[in-house]
């Protein structure tokens, strides 16, 4: 498979399934809040993993597709992803101690995906 219809494969999977996230997402959270607290109200609220779970499954697929150099890329984007987010929450814990504002774990996965991303595009402005 080319390397460009393996990526547009890639882009339909991922953005297709983020894409169905945002909508059950915001479905969610806008019948789930005013529910009374029980078990239908949590299912409800934890449904959008269900869409994120076909995103894990695009990026598995993903990996599977490219070659063993691509791969390598990645997995040091991700390290390198992991590693500053682990840092900056590492840090941040202690600027709680200080008084600063508690934060969720809901920011983690965010950080790591801007640090993770900002690093691919690094990679590829430096490496021309």
Avoid: Q
């Avoid at 393996?6 to 882009?11: A, E, V």
């Avoid at 915001?26 to 029980?38: K, L």
């Avoid at 200080?98 to 991303?117: E, H, N, R, S």
């Amino acid at each position: 498979m080319k390397e460009r219809e393996g990526n547009r494969k890639y882009f339909i999977e991922l953005f297709g399934a983020m894409g169905l996230y945002a909508v059950i997402l915001f479905a969610s959270i806008s019948v789930g809040r005013p529910m009374e607290p029980g078990l239908a109200r949590t299912l409800l609220l934890l449904s959008p993993m269900i869409p994120l779970g076909l995103a894990i499954w695009a990026i598995a697929r993903h990996f599977r597709r490219v070659d063993e150099f691509v791969r390598l890329r990645s997995l040091e984007s991700i390290a390198i992803a992991a590693a500053v987010t682990a840092g900056l929450s590492l840090t941040y814990s202690f600027l709680e101690t200080a008084g600063f504002p508690k934060l969720t774990m809901g920011w983690v996965w965010p950080v790591m995906g801007f640090v993770w991303g900002a690093h691919s595009c690094l990679r590829c402005v430096f490496s021309r």
